[in-house]
C-alpha cells in the first residue's frame, strides 16, 4: 500500500481502482479530482475508482438545496451537482466517491442508488449495527440506540449524479464525526429525523476497521448493479 492508495483492492474488483486517502482532503480538491476521472472514464482513458477519503468540515448544497434549511453556515458552503439538498462532511465521516461506468453496468440510476445503499448497509451489518433503507427517505438508517417510541436516526447519506453513464459522488457513513456540526443545517431536508455514529452507538472502530467492511461487501455491490431489483 502506499501512502494513498490500497494498490491492490479487494478481491473481484478487477480493473477498478481502489483509493484510500489519509489525512483530510480539501472538498474543491477531490471534486475537481473527481469530476477529471469521470471525464477520463467516459473515454475510455482511465479506469472506474472507488475513492475513500474525508473531508475538513464543509456543506454541500444538492441540487435541490432550500436556503431555508441553511441555519447556521459555520463552515464554508460548496454548490454540487449531486442530488439532494444540504449535507456536512468532515473529520470521522468516511465519504465513498464513485466514478463507475454504468455503460457495461446497467444504464440504471434507481439500481445503482439502491445498492450503493445495499452495499453500506452490509458493511453496518458486519460491524453490528441493524441499518435499513427508508422507503421516501433515500439514506441508510437505524433504529439502534433509538428509545421506545423515538424515530429512527440517519447514519449515511446517498448522492449522486450521473454524467455519460459515469457515476459522481456517492455516500458518507458517520462513522465518528462531530455530530453538533449538524447543526448548521437540516441534515437532507429533514427535521423530524436525527443523525448518528458508529462512535454514538457505543461502536467506536477505526476508520480502517469500516473500510475493511466495505472491502468484503464491495464485490456482491457491484454484481447488484447489473441485476433487476
Not at 28 to 42: D, G, I, P, S, W
Not at 180 to 199: E, K, N, Q, R, W
Request: charged content about 20%; overall charge negative.
Amino acid at each position: 500500500m502506499t501512502d494513498d492508495t490500497m494498490a491492490a483492492g479487494p478481491a473481484g474488483l478487477h480493473d477498478i481502482e481502489w483509493r484510500v486517502s489519509p489525512g483530510l482532503t480539501p472538498y474543491a480538491e477531490a471534486l475537481a479530482e473527481m469530476e477529471a476521472r469521470a471525464t477520463a472514464v467516459a473515454a475510455g482513458e482511465a479506469r472506474e475508482l472507488i475513492w475513500l477519503l474525508e473531508h475538513p468540515p464543509v456543506y454541500t448544497a444538492g441540487t435541490s438545496a432550500d436556503p431555508a434549511e441553511m441555519i447556521d453556515p459555520r463552515f464554508p458552503v460548496h454548490a454540487t451537482g449531486r442530488g439532494g439538498k444540504y449535507t456536512y462532511h468532515g473529520p470521522g465521516q468516511r465519504i465513498g466517491y464513485l466514478v463507475l461506468d454504468l455503460n457495461k453496468r446497467g444504464r440504471d440510476v434507481r439500481c445503482f442508488v439502491h445498492g450503493v445503499e445495499g452495499w453500506v448497509i452490509a458493511a453496518l451489518a458486519q460491524l453490528g449495527v441493524t441499518a435499513f433503507r427508508a422507503e421516501g427517505r433515500v439514506g441508510i438508517w437505524t433504529r439502534d440506540g433509538a428509545a421506545p417510541g423515538e424515530p429512527e436516526a440517519k447514519i449515511g447519506a446517498i448522492g449522486v449524479r450521473v454524467r455519460r453513464w459515469v457515476t459522481l459522488h456517492g455516500f458518507a457513513v458517520n462513522v465518528a464525526p462531530d455530530l453538533t456540526h449538524f447543526g448548521g443545517i437540516v441534515p437532507c431536508g429533514l427535521p423530524d429525523y436525527p443523525v448518528t455514529s458508529l462512535a454514538a452507538l457505543n461502536r467506536p472502530i477505526p476508520m480502517e476497521t469500516f473500510d475493511a467492511a466495505l472491502a468484503l461487501s464491495a464485490r456482491s455491490f457491484l454484481e447488484t448493479l447489473s441485476c433487476p431489483l
